[in-house]
């Protein structure tokens, strides 16, 4: 494993790696390879802006600073309706999905169609990742395809904006 793996792994990770780690329990191996995906393109993107950003603000303002950039904004509005129709497919408490819970705080973070800057979006990805990181999200169908769902929107935006390259 990765040198810096460790820095972000915790007993709520545990479980995650675990329950992707049982082929019987979880059969959809490309949902499966998303989502430990995700966690990767995480620590590489926290990695980098933690590089960039040298501000003295907290992870989830340095997490959120793409939101600035007119580049990003602009390619984030060339995929944004592609990523909400993804988003409301997903299997949540509502239907269509509007919404996320951050786990810590009972917080109900919106992505709809009102809610979907590019500031919004990251907000969205920086919980899912809190939720698995930090939080109490319980490993289940639903939340690896949320996940899922992050790591391709994600990685999606970061390859069109040439975030590695800037």
């Known amino acids: 494993m990765p040198q810096n793996y460790y820095r972000f792994y915790s007993l709520d990770m ?12 979880y059969r959809n191996e490309a949902t499966k390879k998303k989502c430990l995906l995700f966690i990767f393109l995480w620590q590489r993107y926290n ?12 992870d989830k303002a340095k997490a959120i600073k793409l939101a600035d950039d007119e580049t990003c904004q602009q390619k984030y509005n060339e995929l944004k309706e592609n990523f909400l129709k993804k988003f409301k497919q997903i299997e949540g408490a ?12 009972n917080e109900k973070i919106y992505y709809n169609n009102t809610q979907n800057s590019l500031k919004d979006f990251l ?44």
């Not at 509502?94 to 705080?105: A, H, S, V």
């Open 14 to 25: 545990d479980k995650w790696i675990t329950y992707l780690d049982i082929e019987n329990k």
């Open 47 to 58: 990695e980098f802006y933690n590089s960039k950003i040298l501000d003295n603000i907290g």
């Open 94 to 105: 509502d239907t269509p999905r509007t919404w996320i819970k951050n786990i810590k705080n």
């Open 123 to 166: 907000t969205i990805i920086y919980t899912i990742r809190c939720n698995i990181f930090h939080g109490d999200k319980p490993p289940n169908d639903t939340n690896t395809t949320l996940i899922a769902w992050a790591y391709d929107c994600f990685d999606e935006l970061l390859n069109a904006c040439d975030y590695w390259n800037s």
